[in-house]
Each structure stands twice: as structure tokens, then as C-alpha cells.
């Protein structure tokens, strides 16, 4: 089992409509989760971080937390044909500050149809 | 401010050569993290360096190894380069005291190809 667990896709969504990513974990001392989006041929992208149960908004984007359930998933509203790129779930043992490494799956790639 | 800055961008190597890859860290960073990525992967950590020790390392072979420099620049040495070594190295910057503990802060990253 993979530590971090994303479906490849690709998921396709029509403009304008809810594109929601998920990712599952193995690690049950995972702390820290992050999402990230590489575009083809770039690095990656910090875009949002969650440490606790729940939501957390920024703009567009929501990422949903859930422990027990050891997955963590990312919501973009209105999606944008710019929005298409490869959404990378990392997560972290530590939550506390410190050199700790992350781990990434293996990224879903959206693809946003005009 | 240049952030993270990686030469070279691209690298053609034959089978059993030796690489070496370079990183300068953005501005005020001291802590330098090495990634993996393979084509269609999430990147892999390979090793973390600060204080110009490594002071982590994932689940890589000896042939891979770094440096850091006092002004905080790393290297990355690939020894024996196997076809399986082709990949985007990517390179990673970080104040070692900040709050957020991610990678905030990527390089361009250098693809390596081996031949």
C-alpha cells in the first residue's frame, strides 16, 4: 500500500463546475497535509495546507480534512481552463516547525473543458 | 529575489556516467531538500541538508549523494547512472526555523535523461 494514495484520473470537468480531488493516507501520525499544482513540465506549486478536521477556504479552493478517516481532499469551485494541471497531495509526520520531508502521491491530473 | 535556482535545466548522460547537479537556494534559506520525479510520479525525497551535513535521507541508493556549501548551495552527485535515474531532480529551499513546515519553494528543476 502506497502511503499516499491518489487516483491518476484524468478527472475532466466542463468550466465552470466543482472539481473535487481526493487522496487517502496510511500514516495515522500524519499531522500536516498540503496540496500542490504542477503544470506540465514545471516544478510544483504550494496552493493550500490544512493541519486540523474540517474546511479551509482560500479563494476558490477548499481543502477537507478528515482523520479518522485518513483522507484529505481539495475542491476548486468554478474551475478555469488554467486550473488544468496535475494536483500533487503531500503529507507530513511533524506539524511543529522543522526539516521533516514530505511525502507526495502520485497527483491527479484535471483537465478543465472550455 | 531569484527563489531557488537549479543549473543545469536539461542533462543527456550515457549509462554508468557520473552527474552532478547544482541548487542555490532563495535568499535567507538554509535548509536544502532534493526530490525525485519521475515521469507521471509524485517527487520522492532523496535527502535534506542543513548546516552543510545531511541530516535525512529517503530511500536511496549510496550512489546518490550531496553537499552543502557554507553559502547554503547544494549539489546532488548521481554515481553509475542507471536508465531508471531519468527523472526531474527538483530542488527545495526553506528557512529551517519558519512555521510552515512544507516546500514552499521549488527550483525549475533539471531533467535528467540517461542513455
Known amino acids: 500500500q502506497k502511503e499516499v494514495e491518489q487516483n491518476s484520473g484524468p478527472l475532466s470537468v466542463p468550466e465552470g463546475a466543482i472539481a473535487s480531488l481526493n487522496c487517502t493516507y496510511s500514516?495515522?501520525?500524519?499531522?500536516?497535509f498540503f496540496w500542490y499544482r504542477q503544470y506540465s513540465g514545471k516544478s510544483p506549486e504550494l496552493i493550500m495546507f490544512?493541519?486540523?478536521?474540517g474546511d479551509k477556504e482560500d479563494g476558490r479552493f477548499t481543502a477537507q480534512l478528515n482523520k479518522a478517516s485518513q483522507y484529505v481532499s481539495l475542491l476548486i469551485r468554478d474551475s478555469q481552463p488554467s486550473d488544468s494541471a496535475t494536483y500533487l497531495c503531500?503529507?507530513?509526520?511533524?506539524?511543529?516547525?522543522?526539516?521533516?520531508?514530505?511525502?507526495f502521491g502520485s497527483g491527479t491530473r484535471l483537465q478543465v473543458q472550455p | 529575489d531569484a527563489g531557488v535556482t537549479q543549473s543545469p535545466t536539461h542533462l543527456i548522460k550515457t549509462r554508468g556516467q557520473q552527474v552532478t547537479l547544482r541548487c542555490s537556494p532563495k535568499?535567507?534559506?538554509?535548509?536544502v531538500s532534493w526530490y525525485q520525479q519521475a515521469l507521471g510520479q509524485g517527487p520522492q525525497f532523496i535527502f535534506q541538508?542543513?548546516?552543510?551535513?545531511?541530516?535525512q535521507r529517503g530511500n536511496f541508493p549510496d550512489r546518490f549523494s550531496g553537499h552543502q556549501f557554507p553559502n547554503y548551495s547544494s549539489e546532488l552527485n548521481v554515481n553509475a547512472l542507471l536508465l531508471g535515474d531519468s527523472a526531474l531532480y527538483l530542488c527545495?529551499?526553506?528557512?529551517?526555523?519558519?512555521?510552515?513546515?512544507?516546500?514552499?519553494?521549488f527550483g525549475q528543476g533539471t531533467r535528467l535523461t540517461v542513455v
Open positions: 490544512i493541519y486540523s478536521n
Open positions: 541538508y542543513y548546516e552543510e551535513e545531511e541530516r
Open positions: 500514516d495515522r501520525g500524519s499531522q500536516s
Open positions: 527545495a529551499s526553506r528557512l529551517g526555523t519558519a512555521t510552515l513546515n512544507t516546500e514552499a519553494f
Open positions: 535568499s535567507g534559506h538554509d535548509t
Open positions: 503531500a503529507v507530513n509526520r511533524v506539524r511543529d516547525t522543522g526539516r521533516r520531508a514530505l511525502t
